[in-house]
């Protein structure tokens, strides 16, 4: 699937993972010797909805339903709806970057 993708987009599907890793993190593994890959799993599907939308409220909620479901914790909805907003201002930095950069 990456290969498929411009640079502008490749991008924003790396900070993606890590934002989930070091800044998402609902098991508390960003600081331990864990796997690095531990949230890959939900990348694509969470870089579908960023691309797909401009609001945070379809992406915090499949964080919540991942903390819930997948997980099996109880979803911090705060923490989520933050994450949401920080991974969209990631993708308006990302693809901004492709109309001013060249």
Do not use: G
Request: proline share 7%; glycine share 0%; hydrophobic share 40%.
């Amino acid at each position: 699937m990456l290969n498929r993708l411009s640079p502008e987009k490749r991008e924003l599907f790396s900070r993606i993972d890590e934002i989930l890793f070091y800044k998402w993190d609902p098991i508390s593994i960003s600081d331990t010797d864990w796997s690095r890959d531990e949230y890959h799993p939900y990348v694509p599907k969470l870089f579908k909805l960023a691309l797909a939308n401009d609001q945070p409220a379809p992406l915090a909620a499949y964080l919540n339903s991942v903390t819930e479901r997948r997980l099996q914790l109880k979803a911090n909805k705060p923490h989520d709806l933050a994450i949401a907003e920080l991974i969209l201002a990631v993708k308006e930095r990302c693809l901004d970057l492709s109309i001013n950069d060249y």
